[in-house]
């Protein structure tokens, strides 16, 4: 009976070893392999980067390029998306063509209907490297809009930006309306691509969203205009910094400064630093600060003295803004006696003089 144990345990250690070798060898061929087409793509790709400039700058013979596209196809399209991102004008147009040419858009097609959500998104994402070529678009445009429903969300994401470049106002409007509508980190990622966007689509799109009297899509396009963080032709906010919603009131006083000054506005600033609403008076104070509200130096005094902490630097902080009268105010309050008070005021002071030094 041992024997026979002892045979059994031979054979499988036996076949173990057999195992481990036979993984090793393979490990030991792919790698191989891997190294071999790495050294070939090397070898090749000097020839592949010559001949995708060249044909960028006007040359149309595409003989080699046809031949590199069936013999090394990945390092083709590695060589034609680096170049295509690195170049303006004409040139990009020619190789977004190229790509068409040589059946990269339609392969890049077929790839959005793989079972693989990985191999979706990088089709996707490369459909929206060439969606502003028209030709191509007129191919992917459809794939495109059909994978907003994919449920994989990086790429329904990788669908949108695709919409965005491709410059079509129509499509940057559909983008926009998707974007107020869905969880608000999806949002916060779509801001960013339609940031170059903001002015025209605050001609339409943004007033329309404002006014729709939905406090969901009201707050969410509140958040896309302070994502964007640039200055914009809007008229209307400052009845949305009195807004019933806690959230829109504070997202609307943010976003004034952004907007074009008016008395309306001044006045809901001076109401949020009346109010008993601590974190209003907060975003009243910085809102008076970047808007340089002279008048607002009393209320922003009155602020400073409650002797609340994020209150009182928030009100230093913009009596800062203001050289003349806020700094007054500020070298006064340094010498006031609540401890908060002060030390608020002096440090907000010397930042701003160290800044007016370093000018």
């Not at 008395?263 to 809102?287: P, Q, Y």
């Amino acid at each position: 009976m041992t024997l026979a144990i002892l045979s059994i345990a031979l054979i499988l250690t036996g076949l173990y070893a057999l195992l481990v070798l036979y993984l090793f060898l393979a490990a030991l061929i792919a790698r191989s392999r891997s190294e071999r087409r790495r050294v070939e793509a090397d070898r090749v790709r000097p020839e592949i980067v010559s001949g995708v400039v060249e044909f960028a700058a006007g040359n149309n013979d595409l003989t080699h390029l046809r031949h590199f596209a069936q013999t090394h196809h990945q390092v083709l399209e590695e060589c034609l998306l680096q170049h295509h991102a690195a170049m303006r004008g004409e040139s990009r147009d020619r190789l977004s063509e190229l790509a068409l040419d040589l059946g990269l858009v339609h392969a890049w097609c077929e790839a959005t209907r793989s079972k693989n959500a990985v191999e979706r998104r990088s089709a996707l994402s490369r459909l929206a490297v060439v969606s502003a070529h028209e030709p191509s678009r007129r191919i992917s445009g459809e794939i495109v809009h059909g994978a907003l429903r994919d449920p994989d969300r990086e790429c329904f994401l990788e669908a949108a930006r695709a919409l965005v470049k491709s410059e079509e106002m129509g499509a940057v409007i559909e983008v926009f309306g998707l974007a107020v509508s869905l969880p608000q980190i999806v949002r916060a990622i779509l801001a960013q691509e339609l940031r170059p966007w903001a002015l025209p689509l605050c001609e339409s799109s943004v007033p329309q969203a404002l006014a729709s009297g939905d406090p969901r899509r009201v707050k969410a396009t509140l958040e896309l205009l302070a994502a964007w963080e640039c200055a914009v032709p809007l008229t209307g906010l400052a009845p949305l910094a009195e807004h019933p919603d806690p959230a829109i009131r504070l997202l609307a006083l943010k976003l004034l400064p952004l907007t074009p000054d008016t008395k309306e506005s001044e006045a809901v600033v001076l109401r949020a630093l009346a109010c008993e609403k601590e974190e209003e008076n907060i975003a009243g104070a910085a809102a008076a600060g970047r808007m340089k509200l002279e008048s607002a130096v009393v209320p922003l005094a009155r602020c400073l003295r409650t002797g609340r902490v994020a209150l009182a630097r928030a009100a230093a902080a913009a009596l800062a803004e203001m050289p003349e009268a806020g700094w007054e105010t500020l070298q006064e309050m340094s010498r006031y006696g609540e401890p908060v008070t002060a030390s608020a005021a002096l440090e907000a002071l010397e930042r701003a003089r160290k800044e007016v030094r370093r000018a």
